[in-house]
């Protein structure tokens, strides 16, 4: 069901998301598995690889959306960024070395740190403010849906062709190209983006200080948020422990995405109408939930359960937090916002996904989980004070 009011735009890179996500996924739902049974990994390099990929696509956010305000342009880097990403799907279909199968990881998250800044920052720009939560909704329910049908068509691949990773990695290429196709020619820019005040370039101090105060409440609770959730690899992982075959682990992700996809939108929405704290809340009460279940867990079965709420904490988060970026930070440094977010995220989910290997190498998967719990516990403890502290 279309929601017509919102921009063609909002649409067209939900499109593009869609595609992009298709691609990625196709290949990220197998490749922790990859590194593990192939490559011989163990769960701390593992998470050190996807920290540390993560991380590269939260910080280059932070220098993109410096740049794109600056610029006062929005498509230019949004189109690299896609592209990069694009161009990394061939070296994951033909390399074999460890060296390689991290470059093209750590490249494509580039390309996602190129494009992810200014591209909410144009949802931003062309989306009225009482349809922000609707339209950040949206597209994170297309690009998730992405996030759907790329293991889907991974495990439908593993099935065919015999666990055969690098030709299913091969099958990622064609939705990749096709995204940024469809970037190009149905993407333009607004044209009052062109006659907004030009930012300053380089970013200086002075600078965060026209910052509001809402705005690094909001930037301090990403940080513990993130420092919670480390890399969903770690959820493959964990099912594949409990004795998920090979072929199958991609459901782990399709299963979460779809809950995750079935969710965001309508969240997004909602929060648009009763307020955006009230679903965060939600979200980290499902995201302990999540966590606690998935450190019991002594079944597949289990690991499903706590997947699926992980999934609606997504739903009731991913737009949310957009959203509150774009509520508290001034147009002419909306992308600086965006890309300082990133940075604060960045650092976060490195540190996470670091510590959740270090921990399932000591003392054991529920040891991981269970300190996401805890993190999860502050970031509730911090909402409850942003939330008396910006009403005064």
């Not at 499109?15 to 196709?26: A, G, H, P, Y």
């Not at 060296?99 to 591209?119: E, V």
Request: net charge positive; with cysteine; charged share 10%.
């Amino acid at each position: 069901m279309m929601d017509k009011r919102l921009p063609r735009t909002v649409w067209t890179l939900g499109l593009v998301s869609l595609f992009m996500d298709t691609s990625s996924e196709m290949i990220h739902s197998l490749l922790p598995i990859f590194l593990v049974t192939q490559l011989g990994v163990s769960a701390l390099v593992l998470g050190t690889i996807e920290g540390i990929a993560e991380s590269i696509a939260l910080f280059v956010k932070t220098f993109s959306g410096v740049l794109s305000d600056w610029l006062r342009k929005r498509k230019l880097l949004i189109v690299l960024g896609y592209l990069l990403a694009a161009l990394t799907k061939p070296i994951f279909a033909f390399s074999t070395h460890l060296s390689w199968i991290i470059f093209a990881r750590f490249t494509d998250r580039m390309g996602k740190g190129i494009r992810g800044a200014p591209r909410d920052a144009l949802i931003a720009d062309v989306t009225d403010p009482a349809q922000r939560g609707a339209a950040f909704g949206l597209r994170q329910s297309l690009d998730t849906w992405g996030a759907v049908l790329g293991p889907l068509i991974a495990m439908l691949g593993m099935l065919l062709f015999a666990n055969n990773f690098h030709l299913v990695f091969a099958l990622a290429i064609l939705p990749a190209f096709l995204s940024v196709f469809i970037l190009m020619v149905g993407v333009k820019e607004p044209p009052q983006q062109a006659q907004s005040p030009r930012a300053p370039w380089p970013l200086k101090f002075d600078v965060l200080t026209q910052l509001p105060r809402n705005y690094w409440w909001v930037f301090a609770l990403a940080f513990v948020f993130t420092l919670a959730r480390f890399s969903e690899a770690f959820l493959i992982l964990r099912a594949e422990t409990l004795g998920l075959e090979l072929a199958y682990t991609p459901l782990i992700l399709l299963w979460m995405s779809c809950v995750y996809a079935i969710s965001a939108y309508p969240l997004g929405k909602h929060s648009d109408r009763i307020g955006r704290i009230s679903l965060l809340v939600l979200s980290l009460i499902l995201l302990i939930a999540a966590n606690l279940v998935l450190a019991r867990a002594t079944h597949v079965i289990t690991v499903f359960i706590g997947v699926g709420l992980w999934g609606l904490h997504l739903g009731a988060s991913q737009g949310i937090l957009s959203a509150l970026i774009a509520d508290t930070s001034p147009v002419a440094l909306r992308a600086t916002a965006f890309g300082l977010f990133s940075f604060s995220s960045g650092i976060a989910t490195l540190l996470a996904s670091v510590i959740a290997g270090a921990l399932w190498v000591s003392l054991g998967a529920g040891a991981t989980f269970i300190a996401g719990a805890v993190f999860t516990g502050v970031a509730l403890l911090l909402l409850g004070i942003y939330n008396h502290v910006r009403t005064l």
